[in-house]
């Protein structure tokens, strides 16, 4: 930084914003940091008292925040997002389409350990919409040593995978929906959901607690092509549950049986040839 008349600054970049209070009316800054000086603009700090301003000089060893954002902005940006405009050292990347975010932390933690800069992000693994902002960057210096931006340097740190068109597969099981003592209320619940990603439902079967049922139904839609079948009850270990041991017959991996969250903690994942 370099401190300088105020009437020999036109053409020069402010380090600091400048504040003008008017009272009663405003108190806000009428310059931000970052702001190139005009010939018009002199009146106007020279009202708020300023005489003297710092400005930034530009060298070969230092960045301004601005041309520093945008080298951290190259080292989150993945596929299908799109940046806005820096501002103050800042850059925020959007989604340009419906998808599951990826965050590579590891490097994101590298990054935010060295100081002076910063990356904020969502969680990875999680589903995001077209316009969501994924992630907003930050050098929090006016100027940053280029060395240390040249160390910071990393690959794409975010990701965003589009999701793939999948068919899906409905087996209702249970005795109380299969001979209709109760209404079916969990169906419209699942269908809702898939409606969020691209999903086509091919079908819904209902079965009651006979095991081979569940298992020929299950098979009937990996069949039929469905990427995904989605059981829903008789996940419990009460004897009459019958749907885990339909799933093992199918010749499906179990992958996982139960998970800690409620309600779901009955949950079952597996694989059946790579398919869900």
């Known amino acids: 930084m370099k401190l300088m008349k105020t009437q020999d600054a036109v053409g020069q970049v402010l380090c600091h914003d400048i504040t003008q209070i008017i009272k009663g009316v405003t108190k806000d800054a009428v310059f931000r ?22 400005i930034w000089e530009k060298g070969e060893t230092r960045l301004h925040e601005n041309e520093a954002a945008e080298i951290l902005r190259e080292m989150c940006q993945g596929e299908y997002m799109h940046p806005t405009s820096v501002k103050e050292g800042k850059i925020e990347l959007v989604a340009d389409i419906d998808g599951l975010l990826k ?27 077209k316009g969501d902002k994924l992630a907003g960057t930050r050098i929090i ?9 040249e160390q910071a340097k990393a690959e794409p ?16 099981t249970g005795n109380e929906v299969y001979y209709h003592r109760i209404e079916d209320t ?3 619940v699942i269908k809702e959901k898939l409606a969020e990603y691209d ?24 069949e039929r092509g469905a990427d995904l079948v989605l059981c829903t009850g008789g996940m419990s ?21 139960g998970a800690p969250v409620l309600p779901g903690a009955m949950f079952l994942l597996s694989y059946y040839n790579g398919n869900i």
Do not use: W
């Not at 999903?199 to 990996?222: M, P, R, W, Y």
């Open 199 to 222: 999903t086509e439902v091919i079908g819904q079967k209902i079965c009651n607690d006979d095991h081979e049922k569940i298992t020929k139904a299950i098979l009937s839609f990996i």
């Open 186 to 188: 969990f169906t419209p």
């Open 237 to 257: 270990v009460d004897p009459d549950d019958k749907t885990p041991l339909a799933i093992k017959n199918t010749g499906a991996e179990i992958v996982s049986y």
């Open 33 to 54: 940091k970052g702001h190139v000086i005009t010939e018009e603009d002199i009146p106007v700090l020279l009202s708020v008292g300023k005489d003297n301003v710092y």
């Open 103 to 129: 965050v590579d932390s590891d490097k994101m933690k590298k990054i935010n350990g060295m100081g002076e800069l910063m990356i904020a992000s969502r969680h990875g693994n999680f589903a995001v919409k």
């Open 157 to 172: 740190i975010l990701e965003l995978k589009p999701f793939v068109h999948k068919k899906v597969g409905i087996v209702t």
């Open 141 to 149: 210096p006016l100027v940053i040593e280029r060395e240390k931006m």
